[in-house]
């Protein structure tokens, strides 16, 4: 999982990384590495990991990759093709093994994400990988998943949402 966050030192990315580095077990026990970028300098991703260590007694167990010319950020389509900054960057990109990117979420520079979600969402991407089911709205593991459709078939109403429990 690939997260871009605005900048070191603010409120709303540090509450995500203190969160962020409470449930890296949980990503890790799922083989899910986290890596994190922002456009500030390693000095101030060192800075801001001890300012984090001190302040919630956590250490972030992850990397934060440092893109001052915010050349990663254009690469992946995290910053607008005209920004000189990346104030308005929270996005998270979460890529499969071979390095497809799965899924992307998007959120202002206001707004914090949901580790839930994020977890949620690599585990049903996970659980969908496997091609024999599909995760319905909402899926943690261990809830029904859905069957591929299939034709219509004589007497048949949910031939399109077709509800079984997990495996």
Not at 12 to 25: M, N, R
Not at 35 to 53: K, T
Not at 76 to 84: I, P
Not at 122 to 139: C, E, F, H, I
Request: hydrophobic letters at 50%; proline letters at 8%; one cysteine or more.
């Amino acid at each position: 999982m690939f997260f871009s966050h605005p900048a070191d030192f603010t409120p709303v990315c540090t509450s995500e990384f203190i969160a962020l580095a409470h449930a890296a077990p949980a990503f890790e026990a799922i083989d899910c590495a986290l890596l994190g970028l922002s456009v500030d300098s390693l000095y101030s991703h060192v800075a801001w990991m001890r300012a984090i260590r001190e302040l919630a007694g956590i250490e972030v167990p992850f990397p934060v990759v440092e893109d001052p010319s915010m050349a990663v950020g254009h690469a992946y389509g995290m910053l607008d093709a005209d920004a000189t900054d990346s104030a308005a960057v929270r996005a998270t990109f979460f890529i499969d093994p071979e390095g497809v990117v799965r899924a992307i979420n998007w959120y202002p520079m206001n707004v914090g994400r949901s580790i839930e979600e994020m977890l949620r969402t690599v585990q049903a991407l996970q659980r969908a990988t496997k091609g024999d089911a599909l995760t319905p709205a909402g899926w943690h593991p261990g809830d029904d998943v859905l069957l591929p459709p299939a034709l219509p078939v004589d007497g048949e109403a949910d031939w399109f949402h077709r509800l079984r429990p997990d495996a």
